[in-house]
């Protein structure tokens, strides 16, 4: 079992920053997978980033050239920087972990951007 705990988020305006960071605990040697999902009302699960251990990360379209994705394989951490916020970025951003994809989930944290 994976634990993952997030802190970050809350209120910023359009235009600004946030920065969100999880920390991973128990099994940690399933965790080659990291990453941050979103959710807002009414929408699915979206994939905001990930990134493997061995660094290679993935962006969703949204968030590419706003957002960075990155970890620290010794701490166990994984951390999400959101620059040049928009309103769509308001959801409920869950870190997540696994072997190989999203397996474990965070307790989720709200990101409410205003404009």
């Known amino acids: 079992q994976v634990q993952l705990v997030e802190s970050g988020g809350g209120l910023a305006q359009a235009g600004g920053s946030l920065s969100l960071s999880c920390a991973a605990s128990?099994?940690?040697?399933?965790?080659?997978?990291m990453g941050w999902f979103r959710q807002s009302p009414g929408k699915q699960r979206e994939l905001v980033a990930s990134?493997?251990?061995?660094?290679?990360?993935t962006y969703a379209n949204s968030a590419k050239s706003r957002f960075t994705v990155s970890r620290d394989n010794a701490k166990n951490t994984v951390t999400l920087q959101m620059n040049s916020l928009k309103p769509e970025d308001t959801a409920v951003y869950y870190c997540t972990a696994g072997p190989k994809a999203a397996l474990y989930w965070g307790q989720g944290t709200q990101v409410t951007v205003s404009s």
């Open positions: 128990g099994s940690i040697f399933m965790i080659a997978y």
């Open positions: 990134i493997t251990s061995g660094g290679t990360t």
